[in-house]
Every structure is written in structure tokens, then in C-alpha cells.
């Protein structure tokens, strides 16, 4: 019985590979449609996705073998939809990213922000949710849950000690081997990389063991409360990075699928969507569910004490508090380096908010000719990258004509910094190279061309058409049940490949519907970034899982209630401010297309 059933197991990954393909292949053997062919297929790689058998960049390559084998796209076709103006976008977005976090900019921010919020447990917590969801609005949400859980841990493990002395060779009371020896990496690097993240468990047994450690801790008043400051600290910090991604259009991978799909399907549309009418919509609701999760997460673990607002002067405290102006002193003065890469940011941000404010002519309007837009966001923010590529990461000297480029006696420079910037430039190819995530760019190539699929072959049209009954709704609760909806699913699927399944069906909805699509579109995609329930739902809430700390369960339990704020959050901004800002009231020309199958 045994050998059967680890015959059967190995044959696991072959069955899940197989079994979709048979059992859905009846669908384009019986119809014989352009609908039904493109059906198979968008079918076949969302349980492929589900599941992850493959990898999912291997899932989205998908498009480029079967669409043209079943006379959907031509192989030319598909093709050009895996370089597009967003994945551009997104390139030089995760460039930027690459040059702030070289420099360590990102840290900088961080610990001195927290020097100025200090660490009373309710301000700590203020702290660490303000700087995070700060950094993942323009550095991704994983590097960032990276670098602020273990400078939380740090402090968290001096918060908790008896024995204030950071280099204290004896374990302390109730701190695990696993947690001195995170504190000591604290204490001695200088810099936090996410290679320090232990990767995430993810066999059974393993879980379970974490479960049943997790729920042995607390043996006393004081430790259970130690346990549920470091519940609180790492679901704010996963939780706000996510939430903080939400905020700028490069901020996460659904943003951009939905500026990506919403070009392709309605070329037409003005751009509307763009980084200045994004930040100005998406920031408010940024701010009002970060707001929420902190009142949430106080009063799950805190309860409804907030006298511990007051700052205090225990001498636990000002050890935990010493942690944070210690790393902060070792990063020493600004360097070149970092002063130049805030420049560049900072010119990069004034850049994409007057490039078309909306309000007023912007700058980029000075390139467009016959109607057609020629300046985009992806211009401006490879025009930075560009800049970053050949801008010195050191003080220029300079010998007659001859540049030579020296590091000595240059403020906030050392060995390591030098190593950071071998080529001597703010950014270095073959960093940029390893680092940045290559298979988020299949992923939304993949999705608009299987969004391109779907429209060509007539399906979105078909399954919008299927979506007709909820015209007898009212719009808000149109937008609410559709939230819901994929804030449920995007639990067990990534945000990205939910955010290319749905988006096109809501379009095809809306228009046969007479409604403005992006009443549906912007709170459909913003809601796929609301994966608070599981470890698996996104990558921060894995990195924070995996520290030991957590259970599923109380994931679960902060998670859902934070789902329906979510929820309720983004039906409210739609209907208020978005309502106004994208004139949704009106059912607007250039949504008014025909599409024939």
C-alpha cells in the first residue's frame, strides 16, 4: 500500500501536468469555435497558475505556442505583445529600484523614520507601516518586507531582553537560537539583503512543527505579550507593503496590467490612466486602509489601550531604541552616491506628475503631434535609467582631461559600498541583471496577449455577455460583489495572473452594459492586491511566515477582516473621489468599440 502510494505521488507533478489538458479538451473537440479554442486555453493556464505545477512565466509563454496552432494569432502577433510600452514601464521602475537599494537610500529612509516615531509599541508599529508602505509605493513589496522584518525583529528582541546589551554572548530569557542569531546578523552587517530571509517552508510537516512551536511560546502574562507585539509587528510590516504597492502605478504588478489591458483594449482612451491620475486616486485610499489595518492590528493585539501612544523611557526601551541609531550611525554621511540617486528620484517623481497633470497642459504635451501621444511614463522613467547608467556612483576628480574616479576620504564610503558599484556607475548591468525579476515580465506579456486573445476571438465579448443579469444592480454593487470576487480569489492565485484573467471580462462587461469601464477596472485591480488571509497569497506574507512567529490561523483571522476593509474602502473611494476624478457618471466615447469575433 505504501509503495502504491509513493509510486502515485511521484506521478504527482506528470497527472497535474496531463489531467487539465484531457479534461478540458473536450470543449474546443465539440464547439469548434474561435471562442471555445481560446476558452481551452485561457481555461488551461489559469490551473496552471492555480496550481503552479510550472512555473508561471513558463505558464505565460503559453500564448505563443497555442494561439497559433489554433488560428487565433498569427506567432508575429503574439509575439509583439510581450514587450510593450508597460513592460517597459515596469523595466525601468524595477531599475530605479535596483539604484536605491544599491546605495542602501532605502534603509537610510527607513531607520530615520523610525528614530523619529521611537518604539512604544503602538508607534513602533505606526513606524514600521508608514516607512514600509513609503518604500514598496516605488521598490517592490518583497524587497521591502526583506529589509524592514529583521531591523523589526532587532528591535523586537531587545524590547523583550532583561539584558540590554546587543553583544551579550548568553542567551537571552525567551529568545530562540533562531532569534539571537538574526539579532547578531543585525548587528553586524551593514546592510539588510534578502538573501537573509530564510526561504519559505513548504512541506507539511514542517508547518505543522511551526504550529505546534508557535502555539507553545507564551508561558506567562509577559510572554504571551511579547508573542502578540511580534504577531502585530509582522503582519504590519507584510501587510503594508502591500497595501503601500497600491499607491503608484509601478508599485505592483496589477497596476500595470491594468495600464497595459486598458491601452490595448481601448487605444483610444486619452490616457487616462496614467501615473499622476493613479497616485492622485489610488494615495487617499493608500492612506485610509493603511489607517484601518493599524486601528485593526492595535486592537486585535492590543486591544483598545491607546494610552501606549505615550513615549516612555524604560531602559528596555531605550536599549531597543539604541539598535536603531546604531545601524543608523553605521551607515555614516550621506555618500555621493545616495545624494545623486535621491536627486534622480526626485526628478523622476516631479516628471511623471506634470507630465500630463490633467489639470493643466503638462510638459509632454510639447511632443505630441497629430493627436498622437509620443512622451509616456515609460519615456520618462527610462530617460532616469539611462542617466543612472552613466552618472559616476563616486565624487568625479579630475587630472588635466582625464576622469578619475577615487573613493578616498568621500563621506558614508566604504569597502562595501565600492564592491556595491563595480562599475563605478550608479548602476551596474550585471547587478541589474541578477536582481531584477525576468519572469514578471513573461507574466504580463503573458497576460496581454492572452487579453489580446480573448478579444480577438470574440470570448471577453461572450463571457461579458454572460455578465449581463447584474445590470439590474446598482452600480456600487456591481463594483462591490466584483471586488469581493477577486479579493477571494486572488488568495490562491498571484495578483498579477488574476489581475490578466479578470480585467478583460470586466471590460467586455461594462461596455455591453453601458457602464464606464473603469468603474470596475480600478477597484477590480486594486482589490487583487488584497491577499492578507494566507502565507502563500503573496510573497511578503511568506517572508514574514517564515520567521516562526505566526500561525495560519492568525493570519487568517487579521487578514479577513482587513479583505473587507479593503472591500469596503474601494467601493468608497470609486464612488466619491474616483467618481469625480474619472467621470464615471458618463459613459465615455472612447469606451464605445465594436468588436467582431
Request: net charge neutral; with cysteine; hydrophobic share 50%.
Amino acid at each position: 500500500m505504501l509503495a502504491c502510494l509513493r509510486s502515485l505521488r511521484e506521478l504527482r507533478d506528470p497527472l497535474a501536468l496531463i489531467l487539465p489538458v484531457l479534461m478540458l479538451l473536450p470543449l474546443p473537440l465539440v464547439l469548434r469555435c474561435q471562442e471555445a479554442y481560446c476558452g481551452f486555453i485561457v481555461l488551461l493556464m489559469a490551473v496552471y497558475w492555480c496550481t503552479e505545477i510550472i512555473p508561471l512565466a513558463i505558464t505565460a509563454i503559453v500564448p505563443v505556442l497555442l494561439f497559433p496552432m489554433f488560428g487565433i494569432m498569427t506567432s508575429k502577433e503574439v509575439c509583439k505583445q510581450y514587450m510593450k510600452d508597460t513592460n517597459m514601464l515596469f523595466l525601468g521602475g524595477l531599475m530605479v529600484a535596483v539604484a536605491v537599494e544599491t546605495c542602501n537610500l532605502h534603509k537610510r529612509i527607513a531607520l530615520r523614520a523610525l528614530i523619529l516615531v521611537g518604539v512604544r509599541p503602538a508607534l513602533l508599529m505606526m513606524g514600521f507601516m508608514g516607512v514600509t508602505a513609503f518604500l514598496s509605493m516605488w521598490i517592490s513589496n518583497t524587497a521591502t518586507t526583506a529589509m524592514m522584518v529583521p531591523i523589526a525583529q532587532a528591535v523586537l528582541d531587545q524590547l523583550n531582553t532583561t539584558a540590554p546589551q546587543l553583544g551579550d554572548p548568553e542567551r537571552r530569557h525567551g529568545q530562540t537560537a533562531g532569534e539571537q542569531e538574526l539579532e547578531e546578523k543585525i548587528a553586524t552587517n551593514d546592510g539588510i539583503q534578502p538573501a537573509l530571509i530564510s526561504p519559505v517552508v513548504q512541506t507539511q510537516d514542517a508547518d505543522m512543527e511551526r504550529e505546534m512551536r508557535v502555539s507553545a511560546v507564551p508561558h506567562s502574562d509577559e510572554q504571551s505579550e511579547q508573542q502578540r507585539l511580534r504577531k502585530m509587528l509582522s503582519l504590519s510590516v507584510c501587510y503594508s507593503a502591500s497595501i503601500g504597492g497600491t499607491a503608484t502605478l509601478t508599485g505592483t504588478g496589477p497596476n500595470l496590467v491594468l495600464k497595459g489591458q486598458f491601452s490595448q483594449i481601448f487605444p483610444d482612451n486619452g490616457d487616462v490612466i496614467n501615473f499622476a491620475s493613479w497616485f492622485g486616486f489610488s494615495f487617499p485610499n493608500m492612506l485610509i486602509m493603511l489607517t484601518c489595518c493599524w486601528l485593526w492590528l492595535h486592537l486585535l493585539f492590543l486591544g483598545v489601550n491607546f494610552g501606549r501612544l505615550r513615549r516612555d523611557n524604560s531602559s528596555r526601551e531605550q536599549a531597543a531604541y539604541g539598535i536603531i541609531q546604531g545601524e543608523y550611525r553605521k551607515l555614516g554621511l550621506m555618500s555621493f552616491a545616495e545624494k545623486l540617486v535621491l536627486a534622480l528620484f526626485i526628478l523622476l517623481i516631479v516628471l511623471w506628475f506634470t507630465r500630463e497633470p490633467g489639470f493643466v497642459r503638462g510638459w509632454g504635451s510639447l511632443f505630441n503631434r497629430e493627436g498622437k501621444e509620443f512622451v509616456t511614463d515609460a519615456t520618462v522613467v527610462m530617460f532616469i535609467t539611462f542617466l543612472m547608467f552613466i552618472m559616476p556612483s563616486h565624487r568625479p576628480r579630475f587630472k588635466g582631461w582625464v576622469w578619475n574616479r577615487t573613493v578616498e576620504d568621500e563621506p558614508g564610503s566604504d569597502s562595501g559600498e565600492r564592491k556595491d558599484h563595480r562599475s563605478g556607475r550608479l548602476l551596474d548591468w550585471k547587478e541589474v541583471q541578477r536582481t531584477l525579476p525576468w519572469n514578471v515580465v513573461l507574466l504580463l506579456g503573458g497576460g496581454f496577449a492572452l487579453a489580446k486573445g480573448c478579444e480577438v476571438s470574440g470570448l471577453s465579448l461572450w463571457l461579458g455577455s454572460q455578465m449581463l443579469p447584474l445590470q439590474n444592480l446598482p452600480p456600487w454593487s456591481i463594483a462591490a460583489l466584483l471586488c469581493l470576487l477577486l479579493a477571494i480569489f486572488t488568495e490562491c492565485t498571484s495578483n498579477v495572473a488574476t489581475a490578466t484573467l479578470f480585467l478583460p471580462i470586466l471590460a467586455s462587461m461594462a461596455v455591453l452594459i453601458k457602464l464606464n469601464p473603469l468603474y470596475v477596472m480600478i477597484p477590480g485591480t486594486l482589490s487583487t492586491s488584497f491577499a492578507f488571509m494566507l502565507p502563500v497569497a503573496t510573497p511578503p506574507n511568506a517572508i514574514v511566515f517564515s520567521y516562526g512567529h505566526l500561525r495560519v490561523t492568525d493570519m487568517v483571522k487579521a487578514g479577513f477582516v482587513l479583505n473587507l476593509i479593503g472591500v469596503v474602502s474601494v467601493t468608497l473611494a470609486i464612488n466619491t473621489w474616483g467618481r469625480a476624478m474619472f467621470h464615471l457618471d458618463t459613459f465615455p466615447a472612447w469606451a464605445n468599440i465594436s468588436r467582431s469575433p
